[in-house]
């Protein structure tokens, strides 16, 4: 099992940046890829973007792209979600998770194991 704390959400006004990390605990975190997602209340949650267990792919939605970038750092155990250009719509509670998959591959269904207990990001415009 693995065991997963987010940090570094707050409140910022848009076109600022945050960025979310990730940290992980119990087994070994290269052995897992990791989806960051968020909901927005009155929303679904939904898949903001996804990193392989290597690092070697990823997957972002399309309201993010070229704006978010996920990363994983298997060494310190941690991924993030660098997010530039923030937008009001991206004022949610931001959760990550981690699962285990059939090869290094990028999973971007909601059907991951385990999960963070969330952090809140508001952006003002």
């Known amino acids: 099992q693995v065991q997963l704390v987010e940090s570094g959400g707050g409140s910022v006004q848009a076109g600022g940046s945050l960025r979310l990390s990730c940290a992980a605990s119990g087994r070994p975190f290269s052995i897992y890829a990791v989806g960051w997602f968020r909901q927005a209340p009155g929303k679904e949650r939904e898949l903001v973007a996804a990193i392989s267990r290597s690092g070697s792919s990823s997957y972002y939605t399309d309201s993010v792209k070229g704006r978010f970038t996920i990363s994983k750092d298997n060494a310190k155990n941690t991924a993030y979600l660098q997010m530039n250009s923030l937008k009001s719509e991206d004022t949610a509670v931001y959760y990550c998770?981690?699962?285990?998959?059939?090869?290094?591959?990028?999973?971007?269904?909601?059907?991951?194991?385990?999960w963070g207990q969330g952090t809140q990001v508001t952006v003002s415009s």
């Open positions: 998770a981690a699962d285990l998959t059939l090869g290094d591959r990028v999973k971007v269904t909601f059907e991951y194991n385990y």
